[in-house]
């Protein structure tokens, strides 16, 4: 089992940035895949971003590809969302997601564990 707690959603102006942090509990999160989804008003969840266990291989949707970074640190049970460039299209509550496997799927059906989410919205 693995809980997810998100923080560092807010307000932001469009072209500023944010970190989100996902802290975990769990003693084997570091075998964890892990990623970022998020739902924005009257839209499905869309995935955003995943890492693998190791941190050594990340994937991005298009839309976020060049403005976000996702990242881990295992000794720390954390995994990070880095967002520069930030559009109003990128308003949405943003979710931690962990799954026990190595593969990194975009599907939000996919993902095991979930946080609560955090509010991020840009103003234009």
């Known amino acids: 089992q693995v809980q997810l707690v998100e923080s560092g959603g807010g307000l932001v102006q469009g072209g500023g940035s944010l970190r989100l942090s996902c802290a975990a509990a769990?003693?084997?999160?570091?075998?964890?895949?892990a990623s970022w989804l998020r739902r924005a008003p009257g839209k499905e969840r869309e995935y955003v971003a995943g890492?693998?266990?190791?941190?050594?291989?990340?994937d991005y949707a298009d839309s976020v590809t060049g403005r976000f970074t996702i990242s881990r640190d295992n000794a720390k049970n954390m995994v990070y969302l880095q967002m520069n460039s930030l559009k109003p299209e990128d308003t949405a509550v943003y979710y931690c997601?962990?799954?026990?496997?190595?593969?990194?799927?975009?599907?939000?059906?996919?993902?095991?564990?979930w946080g609560q989410g955090t509010q991020v919205t840009v103003s234009s």
């Open positions: 890492i693998i266990w190791s941190g050594s291989n990340s």
């Open positions: 997601a962990a799954r026990g496997r190595m593969l990194v799927p975009r599907t939000p059906v996919s993902w095991d564990y």
């Open positions: 769990g003693r084997t999160f570091g075998s964890y895949a």
